[in-house]
T-cell receptor, first 111, second 115 residues
Framework: RKEVEQDPGPFNVPEGATVAFNCTYS??????FFWYRQDCRKEPKLLMS???SGNEDGRFTAQLNRASQYISLLIRDSKLSDSATYLC????????????FGSGTQLTVLP | EAEVAQSPRYKITEKSQAVAFWCDPI?????LYWYRQILGQGPELLVQ????????DSQLPKDRFSAERLKGVDSTLKIQPAELGDSAMYLC?????????????FGPGTRLTVT
């Protein structure tokens, strides 16, 4: 079983749609959680951290459920520029700040 | 904005040849990571350095891969001999753990094709 699992998609949605991505992690000792964005053939970049209380950054909302070991990312009012692969990332306590990546969920926003 | 530099951006090599990748992290970042990303998968950590010391190389295939960061600044990842299965994107990242931040900044990567 992979440590971090994501639905690979692809998700094809029209502009303006709301789309949600889910991620589960297997290690209950996981400490920190993130969503990274990776454009086609580019490097990953941090999109946002994920906190137990949930957090919002503009059109993006991330939530964490530690009991279910589940992380989500919600994108409202999708833009063409949101087309990318979204990587769910976790770290373990005391793991020297090492990131463990999921395989990513591919999103295409259609005009 | 400071960036992580990597070279070359693309490399095509024949199997059994040697290949080397170079990374220059953001100035002042003591922690440097090398990742391998196979198409359709997330990056997987190969090796982590803290200054010039290896923190973790448990996922580095040491029979053919080596990594060094002699002066604790830039780093080189080498593969010898290259195999067809090594075709992937090799990403370098750096972070400033002293800032108590988990954020890693990635370079543009080196896309390796082994023929």
């Amino acid at each position: 079983r992979k440590e971090v699992e994501q639905d690979p998609g692809p998700f094809n949605v029209p502009e303006g749609a709301t789309v949600a991505f889910n991620c589960t992690y297997s290690n209950s000792a996981s400490q920190s959680f993130f969503w990274y964005r990776q454009d086609c053939r580019k490097e990953p970049k941090l999109l946002m951290s994920v906190y137990s209380s949930g957090n919002e950054d503009g059109r993006f909302t991330a939530q964490l459920n530690r009991a279910s070991q589940y992380i989500s990312l919600l994108i409202r009012d999708s833009k063409l520029s949101d087309s990318a692969t979204y990587l769910c990332v976790v770290t373990l306590s005391g793991s020297a700040r090492q990131l463990t990546f999921g395989s990513g969920t591919q999103l295409t926003v259609l005009p | 904005e400071a960036e992580v530099a990597q070279s070359p951006r693309y490399k095509i090599t024949e199997k059994s040849q040697a290949v080397a990748f170079w990374c220059d992290p953001i100035s002042g970042h003591a922690t440097l990571y090398w990742y391998r990303q196979i198409l359709g998968q997330g990056p997987e950590l190969l090796v982590q350095f803290q200054d010039e010391s290896v923190v973790d190389d448990s996922q580095l295939p040491k029979d053919r891969f080596s990594a060094e960061r002699l002066k604790g600044v830039d780093s080189t990842l080498k593969i010898q001999p290259a195999e067809l299965g090594d075709s992937a994107m090799y990403l370098c990242a750096s972070s400033d753990l002293a800032a108590n931040s988990y954020e890693q900044y990635f370079g543009p990567g080196t896309r390796l094709t082994v023929t």
